[in-house]
């Protein structure tokens, strides 16, 4: 059974850092893209950052650009999502979902995604 679990979510202040893991079981990461998705409440589903299964090709949402960072540990099955500056926007819950791809360049599509998390709390508030 193909499953992802999320882990290190939680609450922090404006400004403070957060270290999201994506866990895959019965399945190995190799031949899947990756990708980062929160939802805030009433909102819909938003693609976060992505990486490829290939060279690790990584692609960013502009209002994360330059302080989130997605990386990859295939030994350990596992993605993750560094997140610095956190701000008050970037509540909501995070999800990660994977695609198998060998293609170079990975989407942060939530439709192109097909085995996903339960997602992970991200709360920023003083």
């Known amino acids: 059974q193909l499953q992802l679990v999320e882990s290190g979510g939680g609450l922090v202040q404006p400004g403070g850092s957060l270290r999201l893991s994506c866990a895959a079981s019965?399945?190995?990461?190799?031949?899947?893209?990756i990708g980062w998705f929160r939802q805030a409440p009433g909102k819909e589903r938003e693609g976060v950052s992505c990486?490829?299964?290939?060279?690790?090709?990584?692609i960013s949402a502009r209002s994360v650009k330059g302080r989130f960072t997605i990386s990859r540990d295939n030994a350990k099955n596992t993605v993750y999502l560094q997140m610095n500056s956190l701000k008050p926007e970037d509540t909501g819950t995070y999800y990660c979902?994977?695609?198998?791809?060998?293609?170079?360049?990975?989407?942060?599509?939530?439709?192109?995604?097909?085995?996903w998390g339960q997602g992970t709390q991200v709360s920023v508030s003083s």
């Open positions: 990486i490829s299964s290939v060279n690790a090709n990584t």
């Open positions: 979902a994977a695609l198998e791809s060998r293609f170079a360049l990975c989407v942060i599509l939530p439709s192109e995604y097909d085995v």
């Open positions: 019965g399945f190995t990461l190799d031949n899947y893209h």
